[in-house]
């Protein structure tokens, strides 16, 4: 019956957590409205506050609560971009290679293989953003600042509209 059509989220509001709460957080990182840190699950003061922002400057009831009608103004959204770690092949290392081979460092091939070289610049990577050095490109890897205009690597590499 409802083919080919994306289920609505849930209904969340403060208080609330799990992957709905984690993939509006999601849309508010990428449009630098909370951190990466922040996204977590867990819907608190911070994502109620950006919430509110978002249903005012959409001109809906600024209430907090995030139902279909809020939903339905919410960018279309992606899943978390893919962990990738030694051993992860693709084409979406490939886009990552391409990316860090733009300045950040990466010198191998585009060959679409997690190995010893991708994994080293993506450690530096971290240690310059800040992030916890453990040579995965985890989702606060991927969301953090990565050059001007709030690139991140995530959008650097076409992962998001």
């Known amino acids: 019956m409802n083919e ?6 849930a209904t969340i509001k403060l208080g609330d957590t799990g992957d709905d709460v ?8 990428r449009n630098k409205v909370l ?12 994502t109620e506050e950006a ?8 001109g809906l009831v600024a209430d ?10 919410v960018h279309p959204y992606r899943e978390a971009s893919p962990t990738l770690q030694a051993g992860s092949l693709g084409p979406v ?10 300045g950040f460092g990466y010198a191998g091939a585009i060959d ?25 490109m985890d989702e606060r890897s991927w969301m953090a ?6 690139a991140t690597l995530e959008s650097l590499s076409g992962l998001i509209l």
């Open 145 to 150: 600042p990565a050059g001007a205009a709030g």
């Open 112 to 136: 679409g293989v997690f190995g010893p070289t991708t994994e080293n610049v993506v450690r530096q990577y971290q240690t310059n953003a800040g992030l916890p050095v453990t040579g995965v």
């Open 93 to 102: 290392v490939a886009m990552l290679q391409g990316v860090l081979k733009t």
């Open 22 to 29: 984690r993939r509006l957080q999601r849309v508010f990182a």
């Open 64 to 73: 907090g609560v995030v139902g279909p009608v809020t939903w339905s103004h």
């Open 4 to 9: 080919g059509k994306l289920d609505m989220p």
């Open 51 to 58: 919430v509110k922002d978002f249903q005012q400057a959409n």
């Open 35 to 46: 951190g990466p840190d922040e996204v977590d699950g867990v819907f608190g003061p911070r």
